[in-house]
């Protein structure tokens, strides 16, 4: 699985749009990009997956250059619900041993 | 559809003891995951589970084993509890387990406190 590299944490008010980036410099041509959302003693939500380009759903878009070493998850109008930990995973989802690491903690501020 | 479930919610054990764990896939899923969450990290991959077979398997002891019954449903026992035990369990679902766009589900996870 790739290594992934991402914010520890972030701040933001609510109403404002939050991007958070993740690093993959490795990724391998099969890998996807996918984004789980979890708050405090709950499972991981599924929020987004990609493979290239541009992908838009309800909640979020995800954004990936040409070169993939990279993906951006934007969040619009984020609301104190949003309040969670943000975990960028990159690899082949359905069947290697998926590992995540520490995510980035989003805090939104009223 | 109902998500995937996990028996049960909360659970209090003593050092030594054995516990049983339970997960019910998404309706049509066929791979089950079990991880492990200890407070303040991310979950850490302990089984795979595919059409009732070990797919993959995490770093951790021989105490935790795993099953996967004709039903698609799936069992994760640990033995010999220790202190160390104590965690946020976590059961995924996923259609194949396999296939770069597939994606794995989770479960609510069940708490375990090991006194």
């Known amino acids: 699985l790739a290594k992934t590299t991402q914010p520890i944490s972030m701040d933001s008010y609510e109403g404002q749009e939050v991007n958070i980036t993740c690093s993959h410099n490795?990724?391998?041509?099969?890998?996807?990009i996918t984004w789980y959302q979890q708050f405090p003693s709950q499972g991981p939500r599924f929020i987004i997956q990609g493979y290239k380009t541009k992908v838009t759903n309800e909640v979020a878009s995800l954004f990936i250059p040409a070169d993939r070493k990279s993906s951006t998850l934007s969040l619009p109008r984020v609301s104190l619900s949003d309040t969670a930990v943000y975990y960028c995973l990159v690899g082949d989802m359905g069947y290697q041993k998926v590992t995540f690491g520490i995510g980035t903690k989003l805090q939104v501020i009223p | 559809d109902a998500g995937v479930t996990q028996s049960p919610t909360h659970l209090i054990k003593t050092r030594g003891q054995q516990v049983t764990l339970r997960c019910s896939p998404i309706s049509g899923h066929k791979s089950v995951s079990w991880y492990q969450q200890v407070l303040g990290q991310g979950p850490q991959f302990i089984f795979q589970y595919y059409e009732k077979e070990e797919r993959g398997r995490g770093n951790f002891p021989d105490r935790f084993s795993a099953r996967q019954f004709p039903n698609y449903s799936s069992e994760l026992n640990v033995n010999a509890l220790l202190l160390g035990d104590s965690a946020l369990y976590l059961c995924?679902?996923?259609?194949?387990?396999?296939?770069?766009?597939?994606?794995?589900?989770f479960g609510p996870g069940t708490r375990l406190t090991v006194l």
């Open positions: 490795n990724i391998a041509t099969n890998d996807y």
């Open positions: 995924a679902s996923s259609l194949e387990g396999q296939g770069g766009g597939d994606t794995q589900y």
